[in-house]
């Protein structure tokens, strides 16, 4: 995957760096190249160098130093990214942006806030709701990942169902191009048709395009009341009926999750106890609102149609406390399979959703018939599955293959290989699945277009050119 040998940054560059980044932003020191080579992928690329950065001018700085002597730029949140995004492939310097982690401003005239890059996303939702403010997008990784790197992945988590992806909240941001100039888009107007949508590109575009250095995002008022239901099914048929009753009833839930019967085994053993009884599927399931009495009838029409489902029990929880336990169940699910095997492959394929029932026992055939351990769980509610390709190997010609035909069976059906993991380097290969030649070729035209020299963040997105074409 990596583009030839790492660029080398001599003591010459390296004086030049820290002359405005300070002694303690920059370093070539082995540990922290190993470290800032990583990301959830769990492959390594060290990179030449890491800076750290805290303030826009002198990203522009590293950016302009960068195109002058020709040498890739990475930027990097929290290195949560699950498809390799950060990761510096071709060497060169990774731009780490944590600690540009402050709270600008929140306006609660505008309901907005404004943000640097660096910030955690839970943090930046804790401190709105401070105000009495909802910031809804929520990777289960909100602890963790940093608001750029859900801005560039254009996250989505939990709450998507009702509330949308981290796209429909961003109102400006301001960035910073490959050659060093620092850019301005969008405002705080809610509505704007001025000119393309330059903002809306850079959102999801997985660090190719700019380095996003603030961002002001919209903000709704904080449901106060919650009702979290837990639903065990004795079939994954049954469950994932309930998911399309559900979503063709009369309630939006704010969160609709999936979890199979290995999920379950395995977030039981990682957490040490099962709170959750053994079953085929569950379903986990979120009503919100302002009016305590509203949200629990919500709550009761949800139940009644897991139940007409088949759901062998309903348990219900409105105390913070039990209904923490249970999301706690949902969050932990990612790191806990990794007692199945070494190597998870966790491919976020999205359909349409009424695909989803057969999308789901179709991928469960896939992995049968290429002898693979296959665990689902995820976005029920967005058809957005979460298929975890189990291996004891990193590179596995049958998860391969699996993956591929998974990938091939989400388009098929009217899907998307990614609802919300972006492409990165572990499914650029398979882009051309889902676009055709002229669709990726425009893709590739607006990267040349923001980054001609292609130093920003190289070899993600797009699959490798066959040698011979241009
Ligand atoms: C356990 C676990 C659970 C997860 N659950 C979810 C989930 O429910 N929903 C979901 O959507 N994702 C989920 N993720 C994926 C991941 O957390 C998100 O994609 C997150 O947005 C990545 O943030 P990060 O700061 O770690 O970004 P990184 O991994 O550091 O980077 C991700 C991408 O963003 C780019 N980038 C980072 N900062 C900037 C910036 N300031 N400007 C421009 N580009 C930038 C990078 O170059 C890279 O391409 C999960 C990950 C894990 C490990």
């Known amino acids: ?33 190993v470290t800032y080579g990583y990301d959830a992928t769990r492959k390594n690329f060290p990179p030449s160098a ?11 700085r590293i950016l302009r130093i960068a195109s002058r002597e020709g040498i890739p730029v990475y930027p990097r949140g929290s290195g949560s990214g699950m498809t390799g995004g950060a990761l510096p492939v071709s060497g060169g310097i990774v731009l780490a942006l944590e600690r540009m982690n402050r709270i600008l401003d929140i306006d609660t005239e505008n309901r907005t806030v404004t943000a640097q890059p660096g910030i ?8 709105v709701q401070e105000k009495g403010l909802f910031y809804p997008p929520d ?9 750029g790197g859900t801005l560039a992945e254009s996250s989505g988590g939990l709450n998507c169902v009702k509330y949308g992806t981290t796209k429909d909240y961003v109102l400006s ?31 999801g ?20 009341h919650r009702c979290t239901l837990l639903s065990r099914f004795g079939s994954v048929k049954d469950a994932s009926r309930a998911v399309l009753d559900i979503l063709n009833g009369p309630v939006v839930p704010s969160a609709l999750e999936f979890m199979d019967r290995v999920s379950l085994e395995c977030v039981s053993a990682y957490m040490g106890q099962d709170r959750i009884p053994p079953c085929e599927a569950v379903l986990l399931v979120e009503a919100d609102g302002f009016e305590l009495d509203a949200v629990f009838r919500d709550a009761q029409v949800i139940g009644e149609i897991c139940r007409r489902n088949g759901a062998e029990t309903v348990r219900m929880a409105t105390e913070l406390q039990d209904r923490e336990s249970l999301w706690e169940i949902r969050r932990n699910l990612g790191p806990s399979m990794y007692q199945k095997a070494p190597f998870k492959f966790n491919e976020d394929i999205s359909v349409p959703i009424a695909e989803f029932p057969t999308v789901l026992q179709e991928v469960y055939r896939i992995g049968a018939k290429h002898g693979v351990i296959v665990i689902c769980f995820g976005h029920a509610g967005d058809g957005n599955i979460h298929v975890n ?34 492409i990165g380097i572990t499914k650029a290969e398979f882009l051309p699945l889902e676009w055709g030649g002229r669709e990726i070729e425009l893709m590739r ?26």
């Open 445 to 470: 035209s607006v990267k040349r277009l923001f980054d001609p020299q292609n130093i920003l963040n190289p070899g993600k997105i797009f699959p490798e050119k066959k040698p011979g074409t241009s």
């Open 173 to 203: 941001v301001e960035a910073v191009l490959p050659d060093g100039e620092i850019i301005r888009l969008g405002s705080k107007s809610r509505k704007s048709v001025s000119g393309y949508n330059l903002l809306q590109l850079l959102i």
């Open 120 to 127: 955690f996303l839970g943090d930046l939702k804790k401190a």
């Open 50 to 60: 890491v800076v750290w950065p805290v303030e826009t001018a002198q990203i522009s």
């Open 205 to 224: 575009s997985e660090g190719t395009l700019a380095v996003i250095t603030e961002a002001t995002l919209r903000l709704i008022p904080y449901p106060e």
């Open 1 to 33: 995957m990596a583009n030839g040998p790492s660029p080398v940054i001599n003591k010459d560059l390296e004086g030049e760096f820290r002359s405005f980044l300070g002694l303690e932003g920059i370093s070539t020191d082995e540990l922290d190249l």
């Open 139 to 147: 990777p289960a990784s909100a602890k963790v990942a940093s608001l």
């Open 389 to 422: 390709f189990m291996s004891h190997t990193e590179s596995d010609p049958a998860v391969h293959r699996g993956i591929e035909e998974a990938f091939r069976l989400a388009v098929a059906r009217g899907g998307t290989l990614s609802g919300e993991h972006g």
